[in-house]
């Protein structure tokens, strides 16, 4: 019978703590860095067990004891790889999310055998420090380190709930761990805390993999042939793994819920482990219990993650106040409609005014275009920077990457504009796309694209996603999108986040969503001129708050990604392209010059852009 575990009763309360500063009730081991479970066998805590673990060489590979990264599950163009593989590509992946390059210092907690920072040095010349709780571990590392004199590395056997002074008298550029948190959970908050302290002031970044729990029900099956296993007394699901970040003071740059990795992880884990004779300490062969692991995983009762964190200032102007407030449903008829009044512009009374209105878009923004732009070269150094039209494609493409739209497809983009996204996703999928958007004109332009391109299959519909058309709400969908649509109804956000619940297909829709963002906290005098007003925002919510929200209304938070800076690249290219033609503002004021200040705005965090992925 399953079992529900309340691990996560402390969501939005502050746990007491004791005169050391640790949650009331941990003893001593648990200080230490040993959560202790149950007793297996001679294993009293997990660092005998991976003091006494001798089967990793064999199975996961030379000095590797962390789970891999399978580019082809997001990326149906990849190759498949082997599990060894799939672990090197993990770190690659790290270090691609977290830009680490020959100038970066990192701190590896919880490092195992000094892997990850060998391949990490070499990658990218970067200097390496490895923690570790395991004295085996550790003599291995510095074997490492000595068979690699020419690679900057350094390792510590230490415990990254009470960190030697050597590490927190040195700043860092980056704090890395792959599945070692997970060991302490019960000190999450604790160690959260710790990394925001030890990033580097103003520019660092902490890229961690771990290994996850439930928000939900655990089975009995889990407990034990998981959770006792690994000596795992607590772990937290993928929602409250953030909300603890969160309110410890980091900001979530980008997030990835990798359990469908961790399953196949432990399916090549188990194909391997049962062309041998390996037992846990509790005599069951591994290649069984590895089976359970997958069963666990496709069970959604544990998992994996991979988050990017940044530090973020605790600074909230005391005049101003965060636009976090609880959403009023108590909204005006124009609100409910789709139409949210900040203050009249010029004859612009709304954003439908705005967007019908406006004739500069297709000479700055490109042909059909109103949608910002992605830019690879900002995660990926070697990518070639593109121009602002270009980096329009290049979002909707990273869209159908992220969501696996393919050619058996049904999407609804929900502000679809001109209907350039539609077609753009009918050509490269050959997906069904239905397109709805409030703007009369947008609709006229979508549909001469529907009749220019009759090989495809496009619809599009004039109306409001805050009050779907019935013939909208009589399909079944297997993707929505949206791309900087839904924050002109930011008010009625939770409202549209439970209709994109309501019209995904039921067991395999998925949401990607690109919005255009406020700030958690603080907003100047200067962005409600400047940005704000011109667009009609009346309410914008930041990333923060965002998810929450979508959380809230029952969907999943599949993939997270921070555009911020592929925002402040948008507006830089748009205000330099704006600065070559007359265009003004219905307020009179040149758009080059908002631009500009929309720039600032970015820069500041008082705007911001965000891609998600979200499931139900």
Request: proline letters at 2%; aromatic letters at 6%; charged letters at 25%.
């Amino acid at each position: 019978m399953p079992t529900a575990i309340n691990e996560n009763a402390m969501a939005g309360t502050a746990p007491a703590v004791d005169k050391a500063g640790y949650p009331a009730g941990v003893d001593a081991e648990v200080k230490a860095g040993f959560v202790v479970n149950k007793e297996i066998g001679d294993e009293k805590n997990q660092k005998d067990y991976y003091d006494k673990a001798k089967h990793y060489d064999t199975l996961w590979g030379l000095d590797n004891i962390h789970l891999g990264y399978y580019p082809h599950l997001s990326n149906r163009g990849s190759v498949k790889l082997t599990f060894p593989q799939a672990g090197q590509a993990l770190t690659r992946r790290m270090i691609e999310v977290g830009g680490i390059n020959h100038e970066s210092k990192v701190l590896d907690l919880g490092c195992g055998k000094g892997l990850a920072c060998k391949e990490i040095a070499e990658l990218t010349g970067a200097a390496c420090t490895g923690l570790d709780l395991g004295t085996e571990n550790i003599e291995r590392a510095n074997e490492i380190a000595k068979e690699n004199p020419h690679l900057k590395l350094d390792f510590l056997e230490g415990s990254f709930t009470e960190l030697p002074k050597s590490i927190t008298d040195t700043k860092y550029t980056h704090v890395i761990a792959q599945v070692s948190f997970c060991h302490v959970h019960k000190l999450l908050p604790d160690i959260f805390s710790q990394v925001k302290e030890i990033l580097t002031v103003g520019g660092g970044v902490a890229i961690i993999n771990d290994y996850l729990g439930s928000d939900g029900v655990v089975s009995e099956e889990t407990l034990e042939h998981v959770r006792k296993r690994l000596h795992f007394e607590t772990l937290h699901g993928h929602k409250q793994w953030r909300l603890m970040a969160e309110e410890a003071g980091l900001a979530i740059n980008h997030y990835e819920d990798l359990d469908k990795h961790m399953e196949l992880s432990y399916t090549h884990l188990a194909e391997c482990a049962e062309t041998h004779e390996f037992k846990s300490a509790d005599g069951v062969p591994i290649s069984i219990n590895y089976r359970n692991t997958v069963k666990s995983a496709a069970q959604h009762e544990i998992g994996m993650n991979l988050a990017v964190l940044r530090a973020v200032s605790e600074y909230v102007e005391p005049e101003k106040k965060a636009e976090t407030a609880a959403v009023s449903m108590e909204v005006e008829e124009d609100v409910k409609k789709g139409l949210v009044v900040n203050k009249k512009v010029g004859e612009e009374a709304n954003q439908k005014d705005y967007y019908d209105k406006a004739k500069h878009y297709d000479t700055l923004w490109g042909l059909d275009n109103i949608h910002l732009g992605y830019y690879p070269h900002l995660a990926n150094k070697n990518a070639v920077a593109l121009t602002f039209p270009q980096a329009g494609q290049a979002l909707t493409r990273k869209m159908i990457e992220l969501g696996g739209i393919t050619h058996e497809s049904k999407v609804l983009d929900l502000g679809c504009g001109k209907g350039l996204a539609c077609k753009e996703i009918a050509e490269l999928t050959g997906a069904a796309c239905t397109g709805l958007d409030l703007g009369t004109e947008n609709i006229k332009r979508a549909n001469q694209i529907a009749s220019e391109n009759p090989n495809l299959k496009l619809t599009f519909v004039e109306g409001s996603f805050t009050e779907l058309p019935k013939s909208v709400l009589d399909c079944k969908y297997t993707h929505v999108i949206a791309q900087v649509s839904f924050c002109h109804v930011h008010k009625l956000l939770p409202l549209i986040f439970g209709q994109v619940k309501e019209i995904l297909t039921i067991g395999g829709g998925k949401a990607v969503i690109n919005d255009y963002l406020g700030s958690d906290g603080f907003v100047s005098e200067e962005t409600l001129e400047h940005v704000r007003k011109r667009l009609h925002f009346e309410t914008l919510h930041g990333h923060k708050k965002w998810r929450h929200m979508a959380e809230d209304a029952g969907l999943v938070v599949q993939h997270y990604e921070d555009l911020d800076k592929h925002m402040e690249t948008s507006y830089t290219h748009l205000a330099d392209c704006a600065e070559q033609h007359g265009f003004k503002s219905a307020d009179g004021v040149s758009i080059a010059i908002n631009y500009r200040n929309t720039v600032t705005s970015v820069a500041r965090h008082e705007i911001g852009m965000n891609l998600a992925v979200l499931g139900i």
